[in-house]
């Protein structure tokens, strides 16, 4: 059984970034002893829809928030998705990069956003989108399939990872109040239909023209809902019996009958 930590950060504008960091990564420091495993929303340390941070707070891999969240995963023994950042490479290129930390302080794997959200604003002009589909093996959550915000509406993404033996999915968030519900139902839906764990982290809080939602999420492969926040900033947790997923595949075999 593991023990997972959602951490749902209120990202109002009226927190600089860098007060944001330090109290966060506090926060995260707090979980050590209570879980196995922490998870952070998207893009936190400036908000989701912070668009003119992105430049001026995109950093590289190996730049200081990178470094820093992986200390304190060294330093507290905890596994530790990162929720995502404004990566910089290629010559100046942004991504919305998240990460997934070892507890040794290592990086295990690197994921750019794919889908990115605006409708020709925002992040979709302002970011470059990445190409590869990631699941990680070997994390306290099983073999887990990594994805952002907006990429919870193509659950060609999900089944993809399904297919490549995905027995969680995490993702971190930045999803807006006025479509809460279309949160809610589709990580439900992304969680019955690939009969996989659904680990769900999303942001509060004012955040340039929107109200970030809350609701964090636990679904289980059966499509229960384990633990869900509200729409301040808390932790929330939820215990995670990662064979499950293999238990209900072989007890409602749905995924064999597939055409397409």
Same mark, same amino acid.
């Given at each position: 059984? @593991? !023990?997972?930590?959602?951490?749902?950060?209120?990202?109002?504008?009226?927190?600089?970034?860098?007060?944001? =960091?330090?109290?966060?990564?506090?926060?995260? !420091?707090?979980?050590?002893?209570?879980?196995?495993? =922490?998870?952070?929303?998207?893009? &936190?340390?400036?908000?989701?829809?912070?668009?003119?941070?992105?430049?001026?707070?995109?950093?590289?891999?190996?730049?200081?928030?990178?470094?820093?969240?992986?200390?304190?995963?060294?330093?507290?023994?905890?596994?530790?998705?990162?929720?995502?950042?404004?990566?910089?490479?290629?010559?100046?290129?942004?991504?919305?990069?998240?990460?997934?930390?070892?507890?040794?302080? @290592?990086?295990?794997?690197?994921?750019?956003?794919?889908?990115?959200?605006?409708?020709?604003?925002?992040? %979709?002009?302002?970011?470059? !989108?990445?190409?590869?589909?990631?699941?990680?093996? %070997?994390?306290?959550?099983?073999?887990?399939?990594?994805? @952002?915000?907006?990429?919870?509406?193509?659950?060609?993404?999900?089944?993809?990872?399904?297919?490549?033996? %995905?027995? *969680?999915?995490?993702?971190? *968030?930045?999803?807006?109040?006025?479509?809460?519900?279309? &949160?809610?139902?589709?990580?439900?839906?992304?969680?019955?239909?690939?009969?996989?764990?659904?680990? %769900?982290?999303?942001?509060?809080?004012?955040?340039?023209?929107?109200?970030?939602?809350?609701?964090?999420?636990?679904?289980?492969?059966?499509?229960?809902?384990?633990?869900?926040?509200?729409?301040?900033?808390?932790? =929330?947790?939820?215990?995670?019996? =990662?064979?499950?997923?293999?238990?209900?595949?072989?007890?409602?075999?749905?995924?064999?009958?597939?055409?397409?």
């Amino acid at each position: 059984m @593991t !023990r997972v930590a959602l951490i749902q950060v209120d990202v109002s504008d009226s927190e600089s970034p860098e007060v944001r =960091v330090k109290r966060v990564l506090d926060l995260v !420091r707090d979980q050590e002893g209570k879980c196995d495993f =922490v998870v952070l929303p998207e893009l &936190w340390n400036v908000g989701a829809f912070n668009n003119e941070a992105l430049r001026p707070y995109a950093e590289t891999r190996d730049g200081a928030l990178v470094t820093a969240m992986c200390d304190v995963a060294r330093e507290t023994g905890l596994w530790l998705h990162g929720g995502s950042f404004v990566e910089l490479h290629d010559g100046g290129k942004l991504s919305n990069t998240s990460l997934l930390i070892r507890p040794d302080g @290592t990086v295990a794997t690197f994921y750019r956003k794919i889908h990115l959200f605006g409708f020709d604003t925002g992040e %979709a002009i302002m970011l470059d !989108r990445g190409n590869d589909i990631i699941v990680e093996d %070997a994390t306290p959550v099983g073999r887990a399939g990594i994805a @952002t915000c907006y990429d919870l509406r193509f659950p060609e993404l999900f089944r993809a990872q399904c297919a490549d033996g %995905a027995q *969680s999915f995490v993702l971190c *968030s930045g999803w807006p109040i006025p479509r809460i519900n279309h &949160w809610r139902v589709l990580i439900q839906a992304r969680a019955i239909e690939n009969q996989a764990w659904f680990i %769900a982290c999303n942001e509060v809080g004012q955040n340039g023209d929107y109200t970030l939602g809350g609701h964090s999420m636990v679904v289980n492969p059966k499509g229960d809902i384990i633990v869900e926040a509200g729409t301040s900033e808390e932790i =929330v947790y939820a215990d995670i019996d =990662v064979d499950l997923a293999d238990q209900w595949r072989k007890d409602f075999p749905i995924l064999r009958d597939r055409v397409l």
